[in-house]
């Protein structure tokens, strides 16, 4: 066995994520972006209509402009009530990007995002609709942490399984995203124990009730104005920050992701790590879950249940912000925007359909994680266009992540919130 | 190794055929209980299930494991069945327990199934984890129908669609094998791929109007001398032509791992790709036939979906389809017919579900979670580990 073969086989995706941080910086997960977007570019031809104008509409529809002090009268009233709902989206993409970034850094991989999400709505929609006259700030938050509690519950068995007979997350994960959409459909299908009370022929929830919605800061609260939620979001990206960067169980998370066997033998409890970092990425996702029902859906149908994203999405967020806080935070922007400035409801359909431009923006999602998957190549490409490559024989990739990888001792350096 | 074993430890023998008589048992208990026997008494069923369980666990404490636990898990859910179906009234259960619609709704759920899982199969046993079976499934199903639209034929429909699946594959097998790419992440990113290109050619090409009604269909196969006789002929007298070639995949899918040079190759690249490529197998020209190769089949479950059982395409059609296919490769343990059992388990779970909504809505919801829910099970090692490829999802590295 030669040395880089140890090296190639032994590299968890944390390490080869440190690899990807050192060799890429900023300039790797840019050019992701640009590459997706003008892939999507050439789709948009096929169609035959303009990319150009297209990709100036779904802008439009972003309300980002609203940032911009030239934009006044009219269009900044437009803008302002476009933006608010880029940032609702952005809320819980945040929250499930953080909850794949967690488990990336300790080496697992969360695909249970979205089941952890479901989880966590039906505990909020289930938690906010009972208890009417409860105090608003107790009910609000009673209905968090149960769904903070059912997101890490349900991430936990992942966790717990991985550590004791060592099932492989993937599986287990994606197994149960299906088990939650199904324990949805049980609950509040026709006849289901939590169906609507007043409307029996719909399969949705009761209604939450009004102390338990989250405030609304920003527009209008009949027209889905912008909740709290997202300074709850946010402090959550602090929250993940500290606790990676400055507290010894981060420092575990990092080292079990970055290499296991060292871990376990410097002491640390490889299977502990393993059930903790599950259970805080199913809190992420849970927290999302009831964001998203008490700030503006108030209520549960199966078909939100069936069509849910936010949990796949946070994938790709987690993975274009290579799992650090402020990438996830960006990352999450780029998504929440590109939904809102897709949807029905922002997108100015004479320019390009918001049927087509839905799957436009599953395609750019694709891309955007089948590129970031191939990191080696985007890499290897970069150094050898900066003439670093030392080991210029055979195909390109290999030499330069094994290289970046063997120099990864420590944890590598991490950019600030 | 494990069968030199049982050879030499006649006790365990035993407890192997008292599992088998336990699990008899208990789908004895079940079976009586329902059409067309019916009894209207919970009593035989449960001493059935009661001695059935017993067996189990005695053969479970014999260290019998696998088997055992199956026959306890068997035992336990037809006792919890046989009660349920005492209490149902027998009209009800004469429509939901027509065993030759239920046995022709199993084939038909399970035929895109064994498709995909006998691809995924192949795929992770040269090594390759390959979660993008989902994507590939789907781009059978568009790309399938939209071709036999396209040239008015249902064969070239299906090899259309099987090559946009192998064209998915490629992007793959590039990624995962030669950029030794992260091979979960890349094949949940072909997914993606997958849902916007199938959605976005279905909606410029055909709109609002949805795909015609009149595309070509793979025809169904009338089997002569058994299509009229009773249970045979409703259950497989007029299966679709994919089902039988399903079958007969499987078939040759496990004569060819197990029996032929080649196949023992594709599972020595899957174990120890040093050790292949030490007596001169190509690890990377084995593995990019695999994946392409799964891509083929899977995308030939999708086309079934589209062009033989439904004759239509809706965007996302295929609906976790290919996990159900993924959790099926590891339920039958990397086997082919370990993965055709799980298929016609899954199968046989989706058409009873398909059948009780009218009388129970929750009962069926129950019956749709049940795949995943019993590879969970599976995967926690409850019954008997089932062991992946070693090699697999690591990338390999040429000297």
Same mark, same amino acid.
């Given at each position: 066995?030669?040395?880089?073969?140890?090296?190639?086989?032994?590299?968890?995706?944390?390490?080869?994520?440190?690899?990807?941080?050192?060799?890429? @910086?900023?300039?790797?997960?840019?050019?992701?972006?640009?590459? #997706?977007?003008?892939?999507?570019?050439?789709?948009?031809?096929?169609?035959?209509?303009?990319?150009?104008?297209?990709?100036?509409?779904?802008? %439009? @529809?972003?309300?980002?402009?609203?940032?911009?002090?030239?934009?006044?009268?009219?269009?900044?009233?437009?803008?302002?009530?476009? =933006?608010?709902?880029?940032?609702?989206?952005?809320?819980?993409?945040?929250?499930?990007?953080?909850?794949?970034?967690?488990?990336?850094?300790?080496?697992?991989?969360?695909?249970?995002?979205?089941?952890?999400?479901?989880?966590?709505?039906?505990?909020?929609?289930?938690?906010?609709?009972?208890?009417?006259?409860?105090?608003?700030?107790?009910?609000?938050?009673?209905?968090?942490?149960?769904?903070?509690?059912?997101?890490?519950?349900?991430?936990?068995?992942?966790?717990?399984? %991985?550590?004791?007979?060592?099932?492989?997350?993937?599986?287990?994960?994606?197994?149960?995203?299906?088990?939650?959409?199904?324990?949805?459909?049980?609950?509040?299908?026709?006849?289901?124990?939590?169906?609507?009370?007043?409307?029996?022929?719909?399969?949705?929830?009761?209604?939450?009730?009004?102390?338990? %919605?989250?405030?609304?800061?920003?527009?209008?609260?009949?027209?889905?104005?912008?909740?709290?939620?997202?300074?709850?979001?946010?402090?959550?990206?602090?929250?993940?920050?500290?606790?990676?960067?400055?507290?010894?169980?981060?420092?575990?998370?990092?080292?079990?992701?970055?290499?296991?066997?060292?871990?376990?033998?410097?002491?640390?409890?490889?299977?502990?790590? *393993?059930?903790?970092?599950?259970?805080?990425?199913? #809190?992420?996702?849970?927290?999302?879950?009831?964001?998203?029902?008490?700030?503006?859906?108030?209520?549960?149908?199966?078909?939100?249940?069936?069509?849910?994203?936010?949990?796949?999405?946070?994938?790709?967020?987690?993975?274009?912000?290579?799992?650090?806080?402020?990438?996830?935070?960006?990352?999450?922007?780029?998504?929440?925007? =590109?939904?809102?400035?897709?949807?029905?409801?922002? =997108?100015?359909?004479?320019?390009?359909?918001?049927?087509?431009?839905?799957?436009?923006?599953?395609?750019?999602?694709?891309?955007?994680?089948?590129?970031?998957?191939?990191?080696?190549?985007?890499?290897?490409?970069?150094?050898?266009?900066?003439?670093?490559?030392?080991?210029?024989?055979?195909?390109?990739?290999?030499?330069?992540?094994?290289?970046?990888?063997?120099?990864?001792?420590?944890?590598?350096?991490?950019?600030?919130? | 190794?494990?069968?030199?074993?049982?050879?030499?430890?006649?006790?365990?023998?035993?407890?192997?055929?008292?599992?088998?008589?336990?699990?008899?048992?208990?789908?004895?208990?079940?079976?009586?209980?329902?059409?067309?026997?019916?009894?209207?008494?919970?009593?035989?069923?449960?001493?059935?299930?009661?001695?059935?369980?017993?067996?189990?666990?005695?053969?479970?404490?014999?260290?019998?494991?696998?088997?055992?636990?199956?026959?306890?898990?068997?035992?336990?859910?037809?006792?919890?069945?046989?009660?349920?179906?005492?209490?149902?009234?027998?009209?009800?259960?004469?429509?939901?327990?027509?065993?030759?619609?239920?046995?022709?709704?199993?084939?038909?759920?399970?035929?895109?199934?064994?498709?995909?899982?006998?691809?995924?199969?192949?795929?992770?046993?040269?090594?390759?984890?390959?979660?993008?079976?989902?994507?590939?499934?789907?781009?059978?199903?568009?790309?399938?129908?939209?071709?036999?639209?396209?040239?008015?034929?249902?064969?070239?429909?299906?090899?259309?669609?099987?090559?946009?699946?192998? #064209?998915?594959?490629?992007?793959?097998?590039?990624?995962?094998?030669?950029?030794?790419?992260?091979?979960?992440?890349?094949?949940?990113?072909?997914?993606?791929?997958?849902?916007?290109?199938?959605?976005?050619?279905?909606?410029?090409?055909?709109?609002?109007?949805?795909?015609?009604?009149?595309?070509?269909?793979?025809?169904?196969?009338?089997?002569?001398?058994?299509?009229?006789?009773?249970?045979?002929?409703?259950?497989?007298?007029?299966?679709?032509? =994919?089902?039988?070639?399903?079958?007969?995949?499987?078939?040759?899918?496990?004569?060819?791992?197990?029996?032929?040079?080649?196949?023992?190759?594709?599972?020595?690249?899957?174990?120890?790709?040093?050790?292949?490529?030490?007596?001169?197998?190509?690890?990377?020209?084995?593995?990019?036939?695999?994946?392409?190769?799964?891509?083929?089949?899977?995308?030939?479950?999708?086309?079934?979906?589209?062009?033989?059982?439904?004759?239509?395409?809706?965007?996302?059609?295929?609906?976790?389809?290919?996990?159900?296919?993924?959790?099926?490769?590891?339920?039958?343990?990397?086997?082919?017919?370990?993965?055709?059992?799980?298929?016609?388990?899954?199968?046989?779970?989706?058409?009873?579900?398909?059948?009780?909504?009218?009388?129970?809505?929750?009962?069926?919801?129950?019956?749709?979670?049940?795949? *995943?829910?019993?590879?969970?099970?599976?995967?926690?090692?409850?019954?008997?580990?089932?062991?992946?490829?070693?090699?697999?999802?690591?990338?390999?590295? %040429?000297?």
């Amino acid at each position: 066995m030669s040395e880089e073969e140890v090296i190639a086989t032994s590299q968890t995706p944390a390490a080869r994520l440190a690899a990807y941080v050192r060799g890429g @910086g900023l300039i790797v997960p840019l050019i992701t972006v640009v590459l #997706a977007f003008v892939i999507g570019g050439f789709v948009v031809l096929l169609a035959g209509k303009d990319p150009i104008a297209t990709y100036e509409a779904i802008w %439009k @529809g972003t309300g980002l402009q609203w940032l911009f002090p030239w934009t006044t009268g009219d269009d900044r009233a437009i803008a302002a009530i476009n =933006l608010q709902q880029t940032l609702l989206i952005t809320t819980p993409l945040i929250l499930t990007g953080l909850a794949v970034a967690f488990a990336f850094r300790a080496g697992l991989f969360n695909i249970g995002g979205n089941g952890q999400y479901i989880m966590g709505s039906i505990a909020a929609v289930w938690v906010g609709s009972s208890f009417a006259g409860m105090p608003a700030v107790l009910h609000v938050l009673l209905a968090m942490v149960a769904a903070v509690a059912a997101g890490a519950f349900w991430a936990g068995i992942a966790g717990f399984l %991985k550590a004791t007979v060592g099932a492989h997350e993937v599986i287990t994960t994606i197994m149960l995203n299906y088990t939650a959409i199904y324990i949805g459909l049980y609950l509040f299908g026709l006849g289901g124990p939590l169906q609507s009370d007043t409307d029996r022929s719909v399969p949705v929830s009761n209604d939450i009730v009004e102390g338990a %919605k989250l405030p609304v800061f920003w527009g209008d609260p009949v027209l889905q104005g912008l909740h709290i939620g997202i300074f709850i979001a946010i402090a959550a990206l602090l929250v993940f920050w500290v606790v990676l960067n400055r507290s010894t169980t981060g420092y575990e998370v990092r080292a079990v992701g970055l290499n296991p066997e060292a871990a376990r033998y410097s002491g640390m409890s490889v299977s502990k790590n *393993y059930v903790l970092v599950m259970a805080a990425c199913g #809190a992420f996702a849970g927290l999302a879950g009831s964001l998203d029902v008490l700030g503006w859906q108030f209520r549960l149908a199966t078909n939100d249940i069936q069509i849910a994203q936010a949990g796949f999405i946070g994938i790709a967020v987690a993975l274009l912000g290579r799992n650090t806080a402020l990438g996830t935070a960006a990352a999450a922007l780029l998504f929440g925007a =590109l939904l809102s400035g897709t949807s029905q409801r922002n =997108l100015d359909a004479s320019v390009f359909e918001p049927e087509l431009a839905a799957n436009l923006t599953y395609i750019i999602q694709g891309l955007v994680i089948v590129i970031v998957s191939a990191d080696v190549l985007v890499l290897g490409l970069l150094r050898r266009g900066r003439g670093f490559i030392g080991r210029g024989t055979g195909r390109s990739g290999p030499a330069p992540a094994t290289a970046a990888a063997r120099s990864d001792g420590a944890p590598p350096p991490e950019p600030g919130p | 190794m494990s069968a030199l074993a049982e050879a030499v430890a006649p006790s365990r023998v035993g407890a192997r055929e008292i599992a088998w008589g336990a699990l008899v048992l208990g789908v004895l208990a079940a079976f009586i209980a329902l059409p067309p026997i019916m009894l209207r008494t919970p009593v035989p069923s449960l001493i059935l299930a009661v001695a059935a369980l017993g067996g189990g666990i005695f053969v479970v404490r014999e260290g019998e494991k696998r088997l055992g636990w199956i026959a306890i898990v068997v035992a336990v859910l037809a006792g919890v069945g046989a009660v349920a179906a005492t209490q149902t009234n027998e009209s009800s259960l004469d429509a939901v327990f027509v065993w030759s619609a239920l046995f022709a709704a199993m084939l038909r759920f399970a035929t895109p199934l064994t498709f995909a899982a006998l691809g995924g199969l192949l795929c992770e046993r040269s090594g390759v984890i390959n979660i993008g079976l989902e994507g590939m499934m789907l781009m059978g199903a568009f790309f399938g129908i939209f071709g036999a639209d396209l040239t008015g034929s249902w064969l070239l429909g299906c090899l259309i669609g099987m090559a946009s699946g192998g #064209a998915l594959a490629v992007i793959h097998a590039v990624l995962s094998v030669s950029f030794r790419a992260d091979q979960v992440v890349s094949g949940f990113g072909l997914n993606f791929l997958a849902l916007g290109i199938t959605g976005y050619v279905f909606v410029a090409h055909y709109g609002d109007q949805g795909t015609p009604g009149d595309v070509p269909r793979v025809p169904n196969v009338s089997l002569p001398g058994i299509e009229d006789v009773g249970f045979f002929g409703e259950a497989i007298g007029n299966a679709n032509l =994919l089902t039988w070639v399903a079958l007969l995949l499987v078939v040759l899918t496990a004569v060819f791992l197990f029996r032929t040079p080649r196949g023992l190759r594709l599972r020595s690249v899957g174990e120890k790709p040093r050790a292949a490529e030490t007596v001169g197998v190509s690890v990377i020209r084995t593995r990019y036939i695999a994946v392409i190769v799964s891509g083929f089949l899977a995308a030939l479950g999708g086309a079934y979906l589209s062009i033989a059982l439904l004759g239509s395409f809706t965007e996302n059609m295929t609906a976790g389809r290919g996990y159900i296919a993924l959790a099926a490769v590891i339920f039958g343990a990397w086997r082919p017919f370990g993965a055709l059992v799980a298929a016609l388990l899954f199968g046989f779970s989706s058409a009873l579900a398909q059948r009780l909504p009218e009388f129970s809505e929750s009962t069926a919801v129950l019956f749709q979670a049940l795949p *995943y829910v019993l590879t969970l099970v599976v995967v926690a090692g409850v019954v008997g580990r089932s062991r992946p490829p070693a090699s697999i999802g690591i990338p390999y590295v %040429k000297e």
